[in-house]
């Protein structure tokens, strides 16, 4: 079982940046796909980055190059640099992993972006 731990949520104002981070139990190129979601109304989640163990990396179309994923295997830690923060980004996000077709999820770590 893959455990998953965030960090670096905090509030920020528009226009301003954030670096999260989630820390895996294990390594990271062990998991096919890690990456990040944001929870929406109605119990939802919106898709916001993933990469894969082979370094390909996807992101939700509201990203608009403004985010970016990235990994460091020696920490098994996968990061979400998010710059150019609009008040409409503000959400719990949740670190996600998949492995032999199982899903796993982080707690969260929230981000509040003040106008």
């Known amino acids: 079982q893959v455990q998953l731990v965030e960090s670096g949520g905090g509030l920020v104002q528009a226009g301003g940046s954030l670096r999260l981070s989630c820390a895996a139990s294990?390594?990271?190129?062990?998991?096919?796909?890690m990456g990040w979601y944001r929870e929406v109304p109605g119990d939802q989640r919106e898709l916001v980055a993933l990469?894969?163990?082979?370094?390909?990396?996807k992101y939700g179309d509201f990203v608009e190059g403004r985010f970016r994923i990235s990994r460091d295997g020696g920490k098994n830690t996968v990061y979400l640099q998010m710059s150019s923060l609009k008040p409409e980004d503000a959400s719990v996000y949740c670190c996600?992993?998949?492995?032999?077709?199982?899903?796993?999820w982080g707690l969260g770590t929230q981000v509040t972006v003040s106008s």
């Open positions: 294990e390594s990271i190129f062990s998991i096919n796909t």
């Open positions: 990469i894969s163990s082979g370094g390909g990396t």
């Open positions: 996600y992993a998949e492995r032999l077709a199982y899903d796993y």
